[in-house]
């Protein structure tokens, strides 16, 4: 277990006040809300910002937090609470809202033995949400997917443990960016359901927006002087493109309906980028020497001068 | 580790009481973001309102903003139109960058 130093993580002293954790909290949430800065880094320093928060705020927290001192016992970045943690503390509210847990650090120190988060327990158990990333392919032809979920179980004796299990999910074909996948009867409580919520994981070639998808598309330079067909592989098969004659490079070709299938399915937007061959050969020296000696072009005629 | 397989299917549509459970709201809430015009329910009533697509994506992103940020609806219309318009404004500069 590693120690977590929450002051740091909101970049405020040890001495500061209530009001100027809380200031520093509110600029460090906005700052990596997950849905105002994307990235996994973001939404990780975003969990880190609200457990520091969690503890914190609480002057119940905060006390038994301190009282494990700055030279807190630490043995190559492992930590271990002293056999007397919690002695002559109560902590009056133990479950942060939400159903995300913090580190294995704030979860022993202060979720011991607590009870699950709310709604738990109750004849109608809260929805759970979670997310799931799927590859862009696995959107063109739906898929099945393994997906591991770990939930907190109520034993006998009112004890609680988390249990790991594997579900499997089925991606239907056509689904976008922030559409919910539910698995009824699969949520935290009873009669509660699990909902997913899809990202795409970032494509090497295509640019999603909505069910149409972008991306460049390299063309040799002769290949857009002369136009034609050209063949182009898309999650869905290969297509025929056709090239029009003297083709610029940021020009704008649609393949309707060769986006992500759905009613209407989404189109292909490519982008053409002229490629240069790369001159290895002495061959290619001569050709491209003949070029520039046969071939009246100045790119830079219209800079003027 | 038990595996299990079992009924899934895409969040389509929405009633009114259930995007409310959906997004874990107060209906008088979810009013506010149908009058801010951030949800767009088809149907001209609550009784028969039906939230999709967009409508649900916005209004769990709105949830989020407003319980982990406590921003009002106001400020949560304004956050999710910026942040569309940053999104196309991110999405055409990764076109112009690639080329």
């Avoid at chain 1, 460049?216 to 002369?226: G, H, Y």
């Avoid at chain 2, 949800?39 to 903003?65: C, H, Q, Y």
């Amino acid at each position: 277990m590693e120690y977590k130093d929450y002051y740091k993580t909101l970049g405020v002293a040890r001495t500061a006040s209530t009001d100027d954790i809380k200031k520093a909290f509110r600029k460090g949430a906005r700052k990596y809300h997950p849905d105002i800065n994307t990235g996994a880094e973001a939404e990780a320093k975003f969990k880190d910002v609200n457990e520091a928060y969690e503890v914190l705020k609480d002057p119940e927290r905060r006390a038994a937090y301190d009282q494990l001192g700055q030279d807190a016992p630490r043995t190559q970045g492992r930590y271990q609470p002293p056999p007397d943690w919690e002695g002559g503390f109560s902590f009056s509210d133990r479950a942060p809202h939400g159903n995300e847990g913090f580190s294995d650090f704030f979860e022993t120190l202060f979720r011991r033995g607590a009870g699950p988060t709310s709604g738990m327990g109750s004849t109608r158990g809260a929805d759970s949400h979670g997310r799931i990333e799927i590859s862009i392919e696995d959107a063109y032809r739906g898929a099945e997917r393994a997906l591991s979920l770990r939930t907190p179980v109520v034993g006998p004796d009112g004890s609680v443990r988390l249990q790991d299990r594997t579900v499997s999910v089925q991606v239907p074909k056509g689904i976008v960016q922030g559409q919910h996948i539910r698995l009824a009867g699969q949520g935290a409580g009873p009669a509660s359901d699990l909902f997913l919520e899809v990202s795409f994981a970032p494509h090497p070639v295509y640019c999603p927006d909505g069910r149409d998808l972008y991306l460049d598309l390299p063309v040799a330079p002769w290949e857009a002087a002369l136009g034609g067909h050209v063949v182009m592989p898309t999650p869905g098969g290969k297509v025929d493109l056709r090239i029009p004659k003297n083709a610029r490079t940021g020009q704008k070709l649609r393949l309707k309906g060769k986006g992500l299938p759905g009613a209407p399915a989404g189109d292909i937007y490519a982008t053409l980028k002229i490629v240069n061959p790369k001159v290895e050969t002495e061959q290619a020296q001569k050709f491209f020497e003949r070029m520039a000696k046969e071939m009246p072009f100045d790119p830079r005629a219209h800079l003027g001068g | 580790m038990k595996k299990a397989t079992m009924r899934s299917d895409t969040v389509d549509a929405l009633s009114f009481p259930d995007l409310c459970r959906f997004c874990q709201a107060e209906e008088d809430w979810v009013i506010e973001l149908v009058e801010q015009g951030v949800l767009e329910p088809i149907g001209g009533n609550p009784g028969n309102w039906r939230f999709i697509g967009t409508s649900i994506v916005r209004a769990k992103k709105a949830r989020r903003l407003s319980r982990d940020l406590g921003i009002n609806t106001a400020g949560v219309a304004l956050v999710l139109d910026l942040l569309e318009q940053r999104d196309a404004v991110l999405r055409r500069l990764a076109q112009y960058e690639a080329v």
